[in-house]
């Protein structure tokens, strides 16, 4: 249980309890409404239902297909969106997030998914640590005893949607976390620690972080996933 109080934050933002869940509160005019994590309803509960299942293209990156399931580390897990749909398919996922207070929104949104009926399975396929992945990812995976086939990767990018909504949410997670400057070194160690594959979101027309070369590429409207396979997903 991470300590809401001893987290420390920008002055001009807090964490909060509202309506029986902890938010990250700020100027809303800047900001955007106060950030929770909500596995139960809202958008979440729209993906579980009507998502697509395996044929999401974050499902086709990770290499769920029919018979195979493999157990995935979100390493930049964020607000859990991409974890929750690739554990609402039947995988085991590990959690990264090095901003605590982003871990904080997470493990409140993980224990409300775990007192609901609709979401508690898929929230029993999720674990949560709080760290740095690309300076201790090994040591993380294995506090969790974690089994690592692919791990997924989402670095901060300049993101260029015109919605005001988005604009504010990512305005805020550059408040609290910058740049990651360091995508490099966190795709090195992913493709140390990962058994099987390394895939990484990235903007549609962006270039592959830099290092090696990904050997496949899976495009979509808005955004593509560079895959680094080590080894197929043996069925």
Same mark, same amino acid.
């Given at each position: 249980?991470?300590?809401?109080?001893?987290? $420390?934050? /920008?002055?001009?933002?807090?964490?909060?309890?509202?309506?029986?869940?902890?938010?990250?509160?700020?100027?809303?005019?800047?900001?955007?409404?106060?950030?929770?994590?909500?596995?139960?309803? %809202?958008?979440?509960?729209?993906?579980?239902?009507? %998502?697509?299942?395996? %044929?999401?293209?974050?499902?086709?990156?990770?290499?769920?297909?029919? *018979?195979?399931?493999?157990?995935?580390?979100?390493?930049?897990? +964020?607000? *859990?969106?991409?974890?929750?749909?690739?554990?609402?398919?039947?995988?085991?996922?590990?959690?990264?997030?090095?901003?605590?207070?982003?871990? $904080? #929104?997470?493990?409140? +949104?993980?224990?409300?998914?775990? %007192?609901?009926?609709?979401?508690?399975?898929?929230?029993? !396929?999720?674990?949560?640590?709080?760290?740095?992945? $690309?300076?201790?990812?090994?040591?993380?995976?294995?506090?969790?005893?974690?089994?690592?086939?692919?791990?997924?990767?989402?670095?901060?990018?300049?993101?260029?949607?015109?919605?005001?909504?988005?604009?504010?949410?990512?305005?805020?997670? !550059?408040?609290?976390?910058?740049?990651?400057?360091?995508?490099? !070194?966190?795709?090195?160690?992913?493709?140390?620690?990962?058994?099987?594959?390394?895939?990484?979101?990235?903007?549609?027309?962006? /270039?592959?972080?830099?290092? /090696? $070369? /990904?050997?496949?590429? #899976?495009? *979509?409207?808005?955004?593509? @996933?560079?895959? @680094?396979?080590?080894?197929?997903?043996?069925?």
């Amino acid at each position: 249980m991470m300590l809401v109080d001893a987290i $420390a934050l /920008p002055s001009q933002l807090a964490l909060a309890q509202r309506d029986g869940r902890l938010v990250l509160v700020g100027d809303e005019a800047r900001y955007g409404k106060p950030l929770s994590v909500d596995f139960v309803s %809202g958008k979440a509960a729209h993906r579980r239902q009507f %998502g697509g299942g395996r %044929g999401q293209l974050v499902a086709k990156a990770c290499g769920l297909t029919k *018979g195979v399931t493999p157990s995935i580390v979100d390493a930049t897990a +964020g607000l *859990g969106r991409d974890a929750f749909v690739l554990a609402g398919l039947g995988a085991q996922v590990l959690l990264i997030e090095r901003v605590a207070a982003i871990a $904080a #929104l997470l493990e409140d +949104g993980l224990a409300r998914a775990l %007192g609901h009926a609709d979401t508690a399975e898929i929230a029993a !396929r999720m674990t949560l640590r709080h760290g740095d992945a $690309a300076d201790a990812l090994a040591t993380l995976v294995a506090s969790a005893g974690f089994s690592p086939q692919v791990i997924h990767l989402d670095p901060m990018f300049p993101h260029r949607e015109k919605s005001a909504l988005v604009k504010k949410e990512m305005r805020l997670f !550059r408040e609290l976390a910058g740049d990651d400057n360091d995508a490099p !070194r966190l795709l090195e160690a992913a493709l140390d620690v990962a058994t099987h594959r390394v895939v990484v979101k990235r903007p549609r027309k962006a /270039p592959p972080i830099a290092g /090696p $070369a /990904p050997q496949h590429t #899976l495009e *979509g409207k808005t955004s593509r @996933y560079d895959l @680094y396979v080590h080894r197929s997903l043996a069925r």
